[in-house]
């Protein structure tokens, strides 16, 4: 079933937002409760984390439980109904309900936690998949009884929504070994828009959250992408760390149920060397400090860091920086420094940022975003700490000049005769973290043709056996699209490693401002660092061991490749931004939502803007939010043509918070705000008809997040609660709630539906005489764009 077919939820009338002329509504107080006086006296129930609301000790009931006990309630919690001495019987009934509360004030809920759950999952979830949504067809209606009666008196909980929000209280009751509980109706009605904020902020980023050190092997050891015989846990310990090596020797022998294998990486690593240890795959190590444990001793622990999905286990490249816009709106400032510290530590000991902490990753790097991820960071560190932040940021800023230059300006990533650089993975054979069967379909013509199966020929492809220059071709292009973090796109389809594409470079083009203004304003114009071998260097075999980088050189490289990609990559005639081929010469002609990313870097002009606005925004602007590409850009579809998951008809959080920051930086507000609402629109209605779902991607034109594409939609297999969400979709709902101003923030909660709310308005950026919800000003914008009076002089 489409989002866009589903019934409102019962309790979110979305009628009253569109029959009235204010888009505010007067019966707002069902999901604030600003009248009640538990609001007045103790925190609302429906903020409250579970770790504090089923906790025994730390949130205590103002409210009486049981209607008639008259024994002191200092002890009694919210959540503790069975502490009573003549509580031996389920429910407690000593008087009729004629003492229960007024209407006025908030019910809750007295409720045997696995009884209620099974009777849920009996009578309402008809697919048997553990969820409450839109597509089962139970009666949709389970009976409760009120707290303050002792369960006599009774009441409705109606609607998917509530059912779903029932069926999640129960799970987190019961990880918290509750038997019985007292549920206040305001979890199971609140604002869907708060309940998803609320989720990510308390639950869905430590669900997420991971350490590679004694204690955090034991969830991430093993790796679920494993093919090889050999399953036991390794990790891999970079040359030259001798201490972190000897640390996890010791963690072998304390903890032999592991039988973990520790590893020491060569000080070279090649790509020879990366497929030789492809059948002893493991994870690689990440950065650690050193603190004092329970027994006084000094040792280490690993610095966290957020992983993409829960079956991830590994720290991803471009998934981390939009988990930490994230992380920085919901305050978790040391989490996303960690996660700088961690990309340090990468292109310290690795060469590059990841693709993911993983050996078979370690030739292939991801987009790079890591001068503003440092920035977005710096910007917040306490004042009171200035010395430290600055050598911090020194640190941090060195590590990015080195990837600059040994990264993406060397061979083969960067194209001398265009300026522009490309996705190039270096490796050998075929990418081995695929699905067995992933490119079976490659593999079987040249099978064919030498007689022998498709694995034979895989292993002997793969052992340097046999020489197939077309396959190497293929395989080339096929790492270099995974590590544009667009696997995959027909858009880069048996071509990618030729590609200058206009994202990357638009990202190096805010690398080359990013470093020029900050050693500008914060390390007096001069900034030290050791040389870096690029392409431009690498004949030469005098280098200096270190070099002063000022801020006009950077200038000039950004000046410079701004130019390369006007020239090659502007449309005129189009009025966007296309990738440019270096092998053919020649400009795509695949409509990309990336050509925004110029704008988020600030290199396209105001002339260039404004076309963009007008000619590639109508193109991208569907119902959902921000599609990858058109469909004519796509082509046909068919049964050996299929869906690819960067193309039409999906959308990705990525693009979306590319697309509102660049909006907002050129002053188009009402834009970003409109399709800012049309993403969260879709998250929030996938949230409140499929038992709070968070996926990795949607389909934005046809409004689901059940996608029939390649590797599926993670986050979508679940039972009972959702425990992560997706990371950059969490970050997208955090960062995106900073676009909405009260108005829009309402309708949300409300799902209403993109067309009611920007009513007369097309999907072009034409403005209507009608009255909408969008017109009013912003209460609130986003903390991502950084003004002049953040930057530190």
């Not at 019934?7 to 019966?27: A, C, H, M, N, Q």
């Not at 020489?467 to 292009?477: A, I, Q, R, S, V």
């Not at 389909?699 to 689901?704: A, I």
Request: proline share 5%; aromatic share 12%; with cysteine.
């Amino acid at each position: 079933m489409n989002l866009t077919e589903s019934p409102s939820p019962v309790g979110l009338d979305s009628s009253r937002f569109t029959e009235s002329p204010s888009p505010i509504s007067k019966d707002s107080s069902r999901f604030t409760n600003t009248n009640s006086a538990q609001e007045q006296h103790t925190p609302a129930a429906n903020v409250v984390p579970a770790n504090e609301y089923y906790s025994s000790t730390n949130y205590v009931s103002r409210h009486r439980t049981l209607g008639n006990s008259r024994k002191s309630t200092r002890t009694q919690t919210l959540n503790d109904p069975m502490t009573h001495s003549d509580a031996a019987t389920k429910y407690r009934r000593p008087r009729r309900g004629s003492h229960d509360d007024k209407a006025t004030k908030p019910r809750r809920f007295l409720i045997d936690v696995e009884e209620t759950q099974k009777l849920i999952l009996e009578q309402e979830d008809t697919d048997g998949d553990f969820q409450i949504t839109v597509n089962d067809v139970g009666p949709k209606v389970i009976t409760l009884g009120t707290a303050d009666s002792a369960g006599f008196n009774k009441y409705d909980i109606r609607g998917t929504y509530m059912l779903s929000n029932l069926l999640q209280e129960l799970s987190l009751a019961q990880d918290y070994g509750r038997k019985y509980v007292v549920l206040d109706e305001a979890r199971l009605n609140e604002n869907p828009v708060d309940r998803l904020s609320r989720m990510i902020r308390h639950h869905f980023w430590d669900g997420l959250t991971r350490r590679i050190d004694a204690e955090g092997l034991e969830l991430i050891a093993n790796d679920p992408k494993n093919r090889s015989k050999n399953t036991a846990p390794r990790i891999y310990i970079p040359f030259g760390e001798d201490e972190v090596l000897e640390y996890y020797k010791n963690v072998s022998v304390q903890k032999p149920h592991l039988k973990l294998d520790v590893k020491q990486l060569p000080e070279v690593i090649t790509p020879k060397y990366v497929q030789s240890i492809n059948e002893k795959p493991g994870i690689l190590a990440l950065a650690m400090t050193k603190f004092m444990n329970d027994e006084g001793q000094e040792t280490l622990k690993g610095v966290p860091f957020v992983v993409p999905g829960g079956r991830f286990n590994e720290m991803y490249g471009w998934d981390s920086y939009f988990e930490s816009l994230g992380l920085l709106v919901d305050g978790r400032l040391e989490l996303a420094k960690g996660m700088v510290d961690n990309f340090v530590y990468e292109i310290k000991h690795y060469g590059k940022i990841l693709n993911a902490n993983r050996s078979y990753y370690l030739s292939r790097t991801q987009p790079p975003f890591l001068t503003d991820m440092i920035l977005k960071v710096y910007d917040r560190l306490p004042y009171s700490l200035e010395i430290e932040n600055k050598q911090w940021l020194a640190i941090a800023l060195t590590a990015a000049i080195k990837e600059y230059f040994t990264v993406w300006m060397s061979q083969h990533r960067y194209d001398p005769e265009s300026g522009l650089s490309r996705f190039y993975s270096e490796g050998i054979g075929m990418p081995p973290e695929t699905e067995a069967t992933h490119f079976d379909h490659v593999i079987k013509p040249y099978a064919d043709r030498k007689g022998v199966s498709v694995e034979e020929y895989s292993q002997l492809y793969n052992e340097g056996l046999v020489d197939e220059p077309g396959l190497d071709t293929y395989f080339k292009h096929d790492r270099a699209v995974r590590e544009s973090g667009h696997d995959t796109t027909y858009r880069l389809d048996n071509c990618a490693a030729d590609i200058a594409t206009v994202d990357l470079n638009s990202l190096l083009y805010k690398y080359e401002v990013d470093i020029a203004e900050t050693i500008q304003s914060i390390f007096g114009d001069s900034f030290e660092t050791p040389f870096f071998v690029s392409y431009d260097t690498s004949s030469s075999t005098n280098h200096p061991k270190t070099i002063v980088h000022t801020s006009a050189e950077w200038f000039e490289r950004a000046r410079v490749r701004q130019e390369r990609i006007n020239n090659l990559c502007w449309n005129e005639e189009r009025g966007m931004y296309f990738d440019y081929d270096t092998r053919r010469k020649a400009q795509g002609t695949y409509e990309s939502v990336t050509t925004f990313y110029t704008m988020w870097a600030g290199l396209a002009d105001r002339d260039k803007a404004e076309k963009m606005m007008a000619n590639a925004l109508p193109l991208f602007e569907v119902t959902g939010g921000l599609v990858s590409g058109t469909e004519s850009s796509r082509g046909l579809i068919t049964l050996t043509r299929p869906n690819r998951q960067w193309d039409f008809p999906f959308g990705w959080a990525p693009h979306q918070i590319m697309a509102w920051i660049a909006f907002e930086k050129y002053g188009f507000m009402e834009e970003a705000k409109r399709t800012c609402y049309r993403w969260l629109y879709t998250i929030t209605k996938s949230f409140v008809d499929f038992n709070g779902v968070v996926p990795e991607k949607f389909d934005v034109v046809n409004m689901t997040h059940r996608v029939q594409v390649e590797y599926g939609n993670v986050g979508v297999d679940f039972k009972f609660i959702p425990r992560e969400g997706f990371g950059w979709m969490n970050s997208s709902y955090q960062v995106g709630l900073g676009y909405m101003d009260r108005g829009l923030r309402r309708a949300l909660g409300a799902v209403m539906d993109p067309c009611k709310v920007f009513k007369g308005r097309a999907l072009a950026v034409e403005k209507s005489d009608n009255e909408s919800i969008a017109t009013q000003p912003p209460d609130v914008t986003t903390r991502l764009v950084r003004p002049n009076s953040l930057r530190r002089v």
